[in-house]
């Protein structure tokens, strides 16, 4: 079983500034089959960004994906207000499909 | 646009079976793959399972000798089965959809409402 390491655990930024964070796995993610995930307080996850780059239908510019093998990287480019949420990545290469533990993404 | 709603009972005695079931709404049921997830209060996301249109199934090993997924094509429902349920297993369970490339795993899109089911005595 892949585990994913996401960090730092919580993120305290303002608004306007750039977000990144890290999701590192135990082993190489094959083919960059990697997702990422934004989940607010009471609600279901939303996706955002899988095949490691690639933008989901509707999620705004701000937001990208990067890396591959070990190591990857959600970045937001200027934080909006509707963007503090907690974020999960999640591998897609190999069963069982396994969830980093979240970056909580907090207003400073 | 694909819309996932699900239903199922939320309060359960230790040692009855979970059993909930998924209904795809406004868009196709074939060529994607099913799944269940659940989170655990507090806590993070684990994938319990698949399956697709023709019945092909996967789960998780860690719940492989308790979870039952089918799926039902003639109403585009599928359902989730978990026997012999403790308090480990109270979570927020969601139904989703996973979309794979050629050779992939799947990936989650969109999840259900979710549904908060919990085992207390």
């Known amino acids: 079983e892949i585990v994913l390491t996401q960090s730092p655990g919580t993120l305290s930024l303002s608004q306007g500034e750039r977000a990144t964070l890290s999701c590192r796995a135990s082993?190489?993610?094959?083919?960059?089959?990697l997702a990422w995930y934004q989940q607010k307080a009471g609600q279901a996850p939303r996706l955002l960004i899988y095949?490691?780059?690639s933008r989901a239908t509707g999620i705004p510019d701000r937001f990208s994906g990067s890396g591959s093998g070990t190591d990857f990287t959600l970045t937001i480019s200027r934080l909006e207000p509707d963007d503090f949420a907690v974020y999960y990545c999640?591998?897609?290469?190999?069963?069982?499909?396994?969830f980093g533990q979240g970056t909580y993404l907090e207003i400073k | 646009q694909v819309q996932l709603q699900q239903w199922g009972a939320g309060l359960l005695r230790p040692s009855e079976t979970l059993s909930l079931t998924c209904g795809v709404y406004?868009?196709?049921?074939?060529?994607?793959?099913w799944i269940w997830i659940r989170q655990p209060p507090g806590k993070g996301l684990e994938w319990i399972g698949e399956?697709?249109?023709?019945?092909?199934?996967s789960y998780n090993p860690s719940l492989k000798s308790r979870v039952t997924i089918s799926v039902d094509t003639s109403k585009d429902q599928f359902s989730l089965r978990l026997s012999s349920v403790t308090a480990a297993d109270t979570a927020v369970y969601y139904c989703?959809?996973?979309?794979?490339?050629?050779?992939?795993?799947?990936?989650?899109?969109?999840w259900g409402q979710g549904t908060l089911v919990t085992v207390s005595s």
């Open positions: 989703v959809r996973g979309l794979a490339a050629a050779g992939s795993g799947t990936w989650f899109d969109p």
């Open positions: 406004g868009g196709s049921f074939s060529f994607f793959y």
């Open positions: 399956i697709n249109h023709s019945g092909s199934t």
């Open positions: 082993q190489s993610v094959s083919s960059r089959y």
């Open positions: 095949g490691a780059s």
């Open positions: 999640q591998q897609y290469g190999s069963s069982p499909y396994t």
